[in-house]
């Protein structure tokens, strides 16, 4: 690999923990909000047994949603992560295959040599300097 890829790798790998590390924070933030909510006894009641236990089946279910949606974005970004790599790797495989060289008479020689420097009889035909 060249140092590009290094480069982008490393980007991509940096990018990745951060954005990681600002995840778990926020988690970490929730988690806090909630341990302090369960302390001081929950939500205050509005003296209406129905409607509060609607408003706890209701956060409770958005809750259980909100962590099913952070599941599918997180399996979002990592295909887009792999289409991107793929796409990259595409480019390199693209960029490092060599063209097909031409005879003396302008037609491709069809031959998928990976010696471009060499002709089909296998001569060395690199100009002498």
């Not at 929950?42 to 809750?63: P, V």
């Not at 037609?107 to 420097?117: K, Q, R, T, Y």
């Amino acid at each position: 690999m060249g140092c590009r890829s290094y480069a982008y790798a490393g980007y991509r790998d940096e990018r990745r923990a951060w954005k990681e590390a600002w995840r778990e924070r926020k988690r970490e933030m929730r988690e806090m909000f909630r341990s302090e909510r369960n302390r001081f006894g929950g939500a205050m009641s509005t003296g209406n047994s129905a409607f509060d236990d609607y408003k706890a089946e209701t956060l409770r279910r958005l809750e259980e949603e909100q962590a099913e949606f952070n599941e599918f974005l997180e399996n979002l970004r990592r295909s887009r992560d792999k289409a991107e790599f793929e796409q990259f790797m595409q480019s390199r495989r693209n960029a490092t295959t060599p063209a097909t060289t031409e005879n003396n008479n302008g037609a491709s020689n069809g031959s998928n040599n990976l010696e471009p420097w060499r002709d089909q009889s296998g001569e060395s035909n690199t100009p002498n300097y």
